[in-house]
């Protein structure tokens, strides 16, 4: 079993950390993260910026320079954002956008069809949406446009599934994330999305799963491997977000 950890975020207090509706995260540094996932066999992974961090860099670039070029990450920025600065984050190993409909702290999704559109012609990033799938109906002709764009923690709700569904038809990707968080049926979501499109679930720890009901477990990633036969489940766990992240 090999895993790349296509969702994890670092905390580090020694960098900007915003209260977020009321909530402020644990502290979560690299040394944590890997004593954390030590019985897993972490092939490389994205690290993802969250809401409490806002458009800082420099907690994200530090954490990359320690786990070295197997990982990249996920970023915030402001639609203001010099070419210039997107080429030297990028240059660092930050290789997607993240909107975050959820929780805010990140660009509107009013900017998404211009912003998102923008960093993929100029450094080749995806972008990331962080929101309910129930809402996707409202931005499903903009999404379906975009050259590149994945969703969080399996679209968040079962209403949303068959929204979120007709996305992954058509080439969208999705974070197999926070199974402790979300409000569907996991085993139907997961298979209903493999049958759909093979390539487009990645898996992710989640860790330190802020705010969800229940953290990642280890059974989150035996889950798939009961579900799944051996070629499907390395696909999941490892092969499709490797692709994502480095090989597009």
Partial sequence: MRIF????????????????QGYTPPSYVVEDYQKDTVSL????????SGSFQGFDQAYLLKALKQLGPTFCGVTQLPNTVTDDEIVHLHNNGVRALRFNSRRGGSEDLSQLE?????????VGWHSELYIDAKEIPEIASTIEALPAISIDHL???EEGLPHLLKLVDKGVRVKATGFGRVELDVKHALQAIYNANPDALM???????TR???????GDVELIQQLFDQQAADKILYKNALQWYFQR
């Fill in 5 to 20: 950890d296509a969702h994890f975020h670092i905390i580090d207090f020694n960098f900007p950390i915003i209260e977020n």
């Fill in 155 to 157: 679209g968040l709700s």
């Fill in 114 to 122: 211009t912003f998102a559109r923008r960093v993929y012609d100029l």
């Fill in 41 to 48: 066999q972490i092939a490389g992974g994205a690290i993802v």
């Fill in 212 to 218: 969800a009901k229940r953290p990642f477990n280890y």
């Fill in 203 to 209: 898996f992710g720890t989640d860790c330190p799963s």
